[in-house]
């Protein structure tokens, strides 16, 4: 398996604008996760997904953000409309059932001017 | 995947020798507690975990400890070696719900 994969790495785009990140998982993963990383907060999860459905989106900081999964093998964060404030590194993370053993993307390098 | 930057705690390690992080938790509740690596440009690694009705657990050169009455979880890396150069996170999670929390990162610098 090739892993999980973001795309795209990096995005710059102005403030207002929408912005899709993608996220494919590994295959037969149960859980989905997305978190995101900045200097001053760290590590935040923002939504996690168990088979397919939206388990806990207590971390979406707004409703500016979306998280959808519409099948086992691809999930999206949507940011609209975006803000400077959203500039981060945004990670994507899939493990089984039961472990604590997540498997994390390469992340999506997000800035908004 | 850039790492959190500035304000990490960093610890400054002479190659070969051992290396300790040490990591402060907050919830009781949690099953299990967990270390990750982070390398610069690229997502959290997983490294280790522990359960919480354990003390100690080995890995291959690690060695996690944890302690439940000061709420103290430590990861201590022998013989450390250059690729061991990252950013290091404890992190917590619970059997009820499997969401993975993580908490500060300490910056894990090797001198030559």
């Known amino acids: 398996d090739a892993g999980v994969i973001q795309s795209p790495r990096h995005e710059v785009t102005e403030m207002g604008q929408e912005v899709t990140l993608r996220c494919k998982p590994i295959?037969?993963?149960?859980?989905l996760f997305w978190y995101r990383q900045t200097m001053m907060r760290g590590l935040e999860l923002l939504i996690y997904?168990?088979?397919?459905?939206?388990?806990?989106d207590s971390g979406m900081p707004e409703d500016r953000f979306s998280a959808k999964m519409p099948n086992a093998s691809f999930s999206t964060l949507k940011i609209q409309p975006s803000e400077p404030r959203d500039s981060a590194v945004y990670f994507c993370?899939?493990?089984?059932?039961?472990?604590?053993?997540?498997?994390f993307g390469q992340g999506t390098r997000l800035t908004v001017v | 995947g850039e790492s959190v930057g500035l304000h990490l705690p960093t610890l400054s390690v002479q190659e070969g020798d051992n290396s300790i992080i040490n990591c402060a938790y907050s919830n009781s509740a949690s099953d299990y507690f967990i270390w990750y690596k982070q390398e610069s440009g690229k997502g959290p690694q997983f490294i280790i975990d522990i359960r919480s009705n354990m003390d100690k657990r080995q890995g291959q050169r690690v060695t996690v400890l944890l302690n439940k009455t000061v709420k103290h979880l430590s990861l201590q890396i022998a013989a450390t070696q250059p690729g061991d150069s990252a950013v290091y996170f404890c992190?917590?999670?619970?059997?009820?719900?499997?969401?993975?929390?993580f908490g500060k990162g300490t910056r894990l610098h090797i001198l030559p």
């Open positions: 993370a899939s493990s089984f059932i039961g472990r604590t053993e997540a498997f």
């Open positions: 997904f168990n088979n397919n459905v939206p388990i806990d």
């Open positions: 992190a917590e999670s619970t059997n009820r719900d499997d969401k993975i929390i």
């Open positions: 295959s037969g993963h149960d859980y």
